[in-house]
């Protein structure tokens, strides 16, 4: 079994910044890509951020656009979300996950709380 663990998350005035880990450990797994969703208190969980393993290729959501950045770090299997100029609004539990290709996910971490407070 995959495990993915976040890492990073806390308290944060608005404006402020966060940079979110997330650590893949256990057996070894194809993946094409890695991501980055957040679910608020009663929404939806959404899509935050992708990154392609091979070209390092990101994708973001309008909403984070500007202000968050995706990296990867291929020899630790760890990807990083940079979050800068955090607003209330991103205040969330941020998951990492793992896709199996075509960013079909497959594998998702427990999850790290952000608060961005006003």
């Known amino acids: 079994q995959v495990q993915l663990v976040e890492s990073g998350g806390g308290l944060v005035q608005a404006g402020g910044s966060l940079r979110l880990s997330c650590a893949a450990s256990?057996?070894?797994?194809?993946?094409?890509?890695m991501g980055w969703f957040r679910q608020a208190p009663g929404k939806e969980r959404e899509y935050v951020a992708a990154i392609t393993w091979g070209a390092g290729t990101t994708t973001y959501a309008d909403s984070v656009k500007g202000r968050f950045t995706i990296a990867r770090d291929t020899a630790k299997n760890t990807v990083y979300l940079q979050m800068d100029s955090l607003k209330p609004e991103d205040t969330a539990v941020y998951y990492c996950?793992?896709?199996?290709?075509?960013?079909?996910?497959?594998?998702w971490g427990q999850g790290t709380q952000v608060t961005v407070s006003s």
């Open positions: 256990g057996r070894t797994f194809s993946s094409a890509a």
């Open positions: 996950a793992a896709d199996e290709g075509n960013y079909y996910w497959v594998y």
